[in-house]
């Protein structure tokens, strides 16, 4: 007997959407940055007034840690928060007079973390392993 009703199908469409988006947030976005901070920190965008180096320190914060939280499932919702932040403040402020080519691949993260944000992680994510 199933202890979950729900098609498995939907479960593994939220792996697939958990693993895609924070997998390559992860590694196409916050990896570089981390690993090249010290010739970005002087020159990061600085959209509310932060610093560079502090407003880097944050975005590799989300794209580093809370993607990878992501992928994992734990915390998902929460891990989500600083990441759809990250998003919008690209979108709608580093480059928010930038065409939308230039917005596109910003958009495309926030509408599958938002998605993610209201759906949840799934049943396979390290949040729904019970060891009862």
């Not at 390559?24 to 990896?31: E, Y």
């Not at 499932?73 to 998003?87: E, K």
Request: with cysteine; hydrophobic share 55%; net charge negative.
């Amino acid at each position: 007997m199933l202890l979950n009703s729900e098609p498995i199908s939907e479960d593994f469409g939220y792996l697939v959407l958990r693993a895609s988006a924070g997998g390559t947030m992860f590694w196409q976005h916050g990896w570089p940055k981390l690993m090249s901070f010290t010739e970005r920190m002087d020159s990061f965008p600085d959209p509310f007034g932060l610093g560079g180096t502090l407003s880097l320190i944050l975005i590799i914060l989300a794209e580093v840690l809370c993607s990878a939280l992501v992928v994992l499932g734990l915390w998902t919702r929460i891990a989500l928060l600083p990441l759809i932040v990250g998003m919008a403040v690209i979108v709608f402020m580093v480059k928010g007079d930038a065409s939308f080519k230039e917005q596109e691949l910003a958009l495309v993260y926030l509408f599958a973390f938002v998605t993610l944000l209201f759906t949840g992680s799934g049943r396979f994510a390290i949040d729904r392993i019970s060891f009862n």
